[in-house]
């Protein structure tokens, strides 16, 4: 059971991307979901998470302007949609599963929380 990311790449200052993670085998709709960063040298950091029906939506401060994360559960996914991306965005991204959360609640305070992590996708933000 994991995850896969993906859309990252290449993305001048100013620039947008969408995020993607696709769920396999299980159904990521049943678990309140979050969007992890790691910089280099860095933590991991949580930045976005959202709830399992998507009624409840929460994001960093750092991020909260900029980010947008959202569900479709049709495809088994959820999306991080960032804008106006600047150079402190650089950074793998992951998504993960909070399986052992209940309620129409998220928090992405303690990555630890989470299970099922994919690999990543790499995001660089720079001219």
Same mark, same amino acid.
């Given at each position: 059971?994991?995850?896969? %990311?993906?859309?990252?790449?290449?993305?001048?200052?100013?620039?947008?991307?969408?995020? =993607? @993670?696709?769920?396999?085998?299980?159904?990521?709709?049943?678990? /309140?979901?979050? !969007?992890?960063?790691?910089? /280099?040298?860095?933590?991991?950091? +949580?930045? *976005? @998470?959202? *709830?399992?029906?998507?009624?409840?939506? %929460?994001?960093?401060?750092?991020?909260?302007?900029?980010?947008?994360?959202?569900?479709?559960?049709?495809?088994?996914?959820?999306?991080?949609?960032?804008?106006?991306?600047? /150079?402190?965005?650089?950074?793998?991204?992951? @998504?993960?599963?909070?399986?052992?959360?209940?309620?129409?609640? @998220?928090?992405? =305070?303690? /990555?630890? %929380?989470? =299970?099922? !992590?994919?690999? +990543?996708?790499?995001?660089?933000?720079?001219?």
């Amino acid at each position: 059971l994991h995850v896969v %990311e993906s859309g990252g790449g290449l993305v001048q200052p100013g620039g947008s991307l969408r995020l =993607s @993670c696709v769920a396999s085998g299980f159904n990521l709709e049943t678990y /309140p979901t979050g !969007w992890f960063r790691q910089a /280099p040298g860095k933590e991991r950091e +949580g930045v *976005s @998470c959202i *709830s399992t029906t998507g009624i409840t939506v %929460e994001y960093a401060d750092s991020v909260k302007t900029r980010f947008v994360i959202s569900r479709n559960p049709l495809k088994n996914m959820v999306y991080l949609q960032i804008s106006d991306m600047k /150079p402190e965005d650089t950074a793998i991204y992951y @998504c993960a599963a909070d399986i052992s959360r209940k309620g129409e609640t @998220c928090d992405f =305070s303690d /990555p630890a %929380e989470y =299970s099922y !992590w994919g690999q +990543g996708t790499q995001v660089t933000v720079s001219s």
